[in-house]
């Protein structure tokens, strides 16, 4: 914000910065209400005397002055004196809450020692993302939800897996303590029963200790909507809607109440902005996910051009431009779900600039696949068109998964537990999840994979169902399914870069067996090119001939179905192959495999 002037001619405000802002000097106070009549800051520093500190009035609206007796961890509200009466709020910039309906509390940005810990995100190609939930990722005996601490306990878990990076769902403050964080009642305040500023800046000193990246989710297509002080903020609405912070029209409407911010209103624009760069500015986290874009750019969702808000769009577009030139390594995600290409193409030629997005072509397709009980019923044509989607020629322009907080829940559950019914320790449910955590680990792509997921976790997402660590033992062989899968994506022992590439080729597509061969690639050659085969049916076949790409021997470096990973596993097709000479599938080499039921078999060379 530009410098402004006090209606005191003899004090010059050099103090930037909107809520509660530390200087050596104090605590400068600024707030936007264009429509109070007078503004007052009262709190501990002031004993909540409601007439001691009056704001000086500023221009558009705004309201500022330094408190020299206030400090860091002082708690505070601002008093609006409006034609509709005395209003009571919390800052719509506190950093800290004592809780949603509680006080602010003054936190300086600045107080935190990160350590000098130097940390780049890894390239795209390199991204393998764990999603987690902190309030059910690891909740510790006696306590009531987890925190950003307690997820630290479990970095090493992650690294050891593989995962480098993480993406937290939203930490925002929300009401009461137990939430998907999807109902931000304070924006820029880290949830306190999460462990507050200082908690998330743990968390992301820690996880970039261990070589892990942090993408935070964020709610802009709406706010609230319960405990929500940005309601009706300075008094001032129209039709009964939210006032200055929100849409008061028809535009004010989306699926989670009548709470969407005003896009076209300056400081409202500001405020987003402010929100979405001080986590990669203050949090050094390295990339934002942002949750339901459609809710953005039109009112419905609807693609009605009638319904397109293009002051959410345009938003959205200085966002991500800013991103892009202030933090060039960060990534941004958008959560569209309409697979348009505008989403994540430049600004510059007329996309949201997101960097990639999560692709429903993938996710829908291959769950389907997987979940489907009869193998006839199956199509291996959807399959490949889900494995080769991409949007604008690149392949890292999406994140594919096939399980989210999203779709496992809300009337659906985990892949296992859509195969068989309260019954995920099942030879179907555990061999078909594996084919999925294959296709997305193998696919071209940023892959994701939800919490729990490796642990065979049962039922579906819900807030108040943490993770049952004691599986890690139990499923020990399932989750090195997983770690082994994960460390050939990242390339670990330098034999499988072509998985990191953007190069795939389907060889073969045989709907009646209902098996794809695949061939991924970045330049090609041993050490280089991968071929990777799914059967998807509960047959076993043996001297099933494929083309391959390159004569010689090809090394077996995965196979689903070994019995390293469940003792009910056939541990069949686990050999190395030899090339022959013959014209398969438009090569002129093949190899013959035995390929095992519901499983992936990954090969590549040496030389």
């Given at each position: 914000m530009e410098n402004l002037q006090t209606e005191n001619p003899a004090t010059e405000q050099h103090f930037e910065g909107m809520g509660a802002t530390c200087y050596p000097e104090g605590v400068f106070y600024r707030v936007w209400a264009p429509h109070a009549e007078k503004v007052f800051v009262i709190g501990s520093f002031n004993d909540w005397n409601e007439t001691a500190n009056p704001l000086n009035q500023e221009e558009n609206g705004h309201w500022g002055a330094l408190i020299e007796n206030s400090k860091e961890g002082d708690e505070y509200k601002f008093l609006l004196q409006t034609p509709a009466g005395a209003l009571h709020r919390n800052d719509p910039y506190a950093l800290k809450m004592t809780n949603s309906a509680g006080n602010c509390v003054v936190y300086n940005q600045q107080s935190f020692d990160w350590q000098n810990v130097s940390f780049q995100i890894p390239s795209w190609h390199e991204i393998v993302i764990y999603e987690l939930h902190v309030g059910t990722f690891h909740v510790k005996e006696g306590e009531h939800v987890?925190?950003?601490?307690?997820?630290?306990?479990?970095?090493?878990?992650?690294?050891?897996?593989?995962?480098?990076?993480?993406?937290?769902?939203?930490?925002?403050?929300?009401?009461?303590?137990?939430?998907?964080?999807?109902?931000?009642?304070?924006?820029?305040?880290?949830?306190?029963?999460?462990?507050?500023?200082d908690g998330l800046k743990a968390f992301v000193k820690a996880a970039h200790e261990a070589g892990i990246a942090v993408i935070l989710d964020v709610v802009y297509n709406h706010f609230g909507p319960s405990d929500l002080d940005l309601w009706q903020f300075d008094g001032w609405s129209e039709n009964d809607g939210g006032g200055i912070y929100f849409y008061n029209d028809w535009k004010a409407e989306t699926?989670?109440?009548?709470?969407?911010?005003?896009?076209?209103?300056?400081?409202?624009?500001?405020?987003?902005?402010?929100?979405?760069?001080?986590?990669?500015?203050?949090?050094?986290?390295?990339?934002?996910?942002?949750?339901?874009?459609?809710?953005?750019r039109n009112v419905k969702a609807d693609g009605n051009p009638g319904n397109d808000l293009q002051e959410g769009i345009s938003l959205m577009q200085w966002i991500n431009k800013d991103i892009t030139e202030q933090f060039p390594n960060s990534i941004t995600i958008a959560e569209d779900m309409h697979s348009l290409d505008f989403i994540t193409n430049d600004v510059e030629n007329g996309g949201l600039g997101y960097g990639s997005q999560w692709d429903a072509e993938f996710v829908h397709t291959v769950r389907d696949a997987i979940i489907t009980a009869n193998d006839q019923d199956r199509d291996m044509n959807k399959v490949v068109d889900a494995i080769?989607?991409?949007?604008?020629?690149?392949?890292?322009?999406?994140?594919?998964?096939?399980?989210?907080?999203?779709?496992?829940?809300?009337?659906?559950?985990?892949?296992?537990e859509e195969i068989a019914d309260g019954d995920v320790d099942n030879w179907y449910s555990k061999k078909r999840a594996a084919l999925g955590v294959a296709l997305v680990l193998t696919s071209p792509g940023i892959p994701m994979i939800f919490q729990g997921q490796p642990l065979l976790e049962d039922k579906w997402f819900s807030d108040s169902d943490p993770i049952d660590w004691s599986r890690l033992e139990r499923f020990?062989?399932?989750?090195?399914?997983?770690?082994?899968m994960i460390h050939l994506r990242r390339n670990w022992f330098g034999v499988t870069k072509g998985l990191q590439g953007q190069n795939a080729e389907i060889i073969r597509v045989d709907n009646e067996k209902k098996v794809i061969v695949m061939h991924r690639w970045a330049e090609g050659g041993p050490k280089d090119s991968v071929m990777v085969v799914y059967n998807f049916s509960t047959e076993t076949f043996s001297d099933y001939k494929i083309g391959f790409p390159r004569p010689g021997k090809w090394h077996i470096r995965f196979n689903s179905d070994s019995e390293h990973y469940d003792a009910e596993f056939s541990n069949q097709g686990s050999g190395d192959v030899e090339t022959a000479d013959g014209d398969f599938d438009g090569k002129s080499v093949y190899a013959s495999l035995e390929i095992p039921p519901y499983s992936a078999l990954i090969f590549s060379q040496e030389d």
């Open positions: 987890g925190t950003l601490y307690t997820a630290i306990e479990k970095l090493g878990y992650l690294k050891d897996m593989g995962f480098n990076a993480v993406e937290l769902m939203p930490c925002s403050e929300f009401p009461g303590d137990k939430s998907w964080g999807y109902n931000p009642a304070n924006p820029f305040a880290i949830e306190s029963d999460y462990g507050g500023p699926p989670w109440g009548s709470t969407r911010p005003d896009y076209g209103r300056g400081e409202v624009r500001q405020y987003i902005h402010d929100n979405a760069m001080m986590w990669l500015r203050d949090y050094q986290v390295d990339g934002l996910r942002m949750d339901m874009v459609p809710y953005i080769m989607y991409r949007y604008n020629t690149d392949s890292f322009q999406r994140i594919i998964y096939t399980e989210s907080h999203d779709e496992i829940a809300n009337g659906q559950a985990r892949v296992a020990s062989g399932f989750a090195n399914l997983h770690k082994d």
